[in-house]
């Protein structure tokens, strides 16, 4: 299974001009060094990129609503999405959290994506880390609830992004020795549910990801891949991480 990156723009870029940039660029970049790429881009860019897809780089929503239309004024919906091109959604991003996203929720969004054949990117991670352990607990309840309507024939289609909240734009990421020890615990709750498939899910990584650090996560840290943020916004740093990811 190659490495992945999903390439989350945020509220960037600002116009559709250097959107189509940014895109063409990830696009040649990820053609050229054989990495894996999905982007997710913002709304208002999702059907023009859509429109430029070509290749095996993939498109996500940044967020969905689960009902597929109806009155909620500033949403997407899951069909909206999928109709644009979009053929993969992020799901319970910290920052969506931090905005009253609930582990029902992500839930309910997860089980929306999954019926229309699209690919939830589940985002989990805890706040604060404490000597007792507590963030595990927190972690698997993220996780056990999102994937609460998930049925056994549909797991394999679904990715985990493990996103620590203290990491995410920290000047240091997550050490690849403790984040080994979360991937483990992870695929464990994956497992419980599910069997040996849960061995199978693609677990990322995302907190503070660039060209210095993603070698020895890939090769320590027990992830198959990144969720980046600020990097993936800036051609060459995106550039950079992408070629030490082909040669880990």
Aim: aromatic residues 6%; contains cysteine; proline residues 3%.
């Amino acid at each position: 299974m190659k490495a992945l990156v999903v390439a989350n723009w945020k509220m960037n870029p600002i116009s559709w001009k250097e959107a189509k940039k940014l895109f063409e660029e990830t696009k040649r970049m990820s053609g050229l060094l054989k990495v894996s790429v999905i982007v997710a881009a913002p709304p208002i860019f999702l059907r023009d990129i859509g429109g430029l897809r070509r290749g095996k780089i993939g498109l996500a929503a940044q967020n969905v609503h689960f009902e597929q239309s109806g009155s909620f004024t500033g949403e997407v919906s899951a069909l909206q999405a999928k109709d644009a091109k979009a053929n993969y959604a992020l799901v319970g991003h910290a920052e969506r959290r931090a905005m009253g996203e609930t582990d029902d929720d992500v839930r309910k969004k997860v089980a929306a994506l999954l019926a229309l054949e699209m690919t939830p990117i589940i985002c989990i991670g805890e706040h604060v880390r404490d000597d007792e352990g507590s963030h595990f607990t927190f972690v698997r309840e993220q996780l056990l609830t999102a994937l609460r309507d998930v049925p056994q024939q549909k797991i394999a289609k679904v990715i985990i992004a493990y996103e620590p909240v203290w990491a995410i734009g920290a000047a240091e990421p997550m050490r690849p020795h403790d984040m080994h020890e979360m991937s483990i615990y992870i695929r464990k709750a994956l497992v419980e549910k599910y069997g040996e498939v849960g061995h199978k899910l693609m677990i990322l990584y995302g907190g503070a990801v660039d060209g210095t650090n993603v070698g020895t996560m890939l090769e320590h840290g027990g992830v198959k891949g990144f969720l980046v943020g600020r990097a993936s916004v800036d051609a060459k740093r995106l550039a950079e991480l992408l070629r030490v990811m082909k040669d880990a």
